[in-house]
């Protein structure tokens, strides 16, 4: 039996194509509203003084240009870290 103009298949797809774009704007509104600020504690690689940050910009650079090995690099931001 038929309803109308027989037209029922495309109501169903309206139907849910305006469905998926609710979805979507109520994703999108709870994205932005909770990326308004920072989340979780404060980074604790910040250092305390000016020559630490600058120890430590060297040590960043000189392991991204290959001349420290990882184990390196972890054993002088200990040894960083020890001397605050």
Known sequence: MMWGNGSMGWSWGFGLLALVGVAILVYLVIRLSTKSGPTGPPSPTVPASPDLTSAR???????????????QYREHIRVLAEGR
């Open 57 to 71: 910009k060297i040590l960043d650079e000189r392991f991204a240009r290959g001349e420290l090995t990882p184990e």
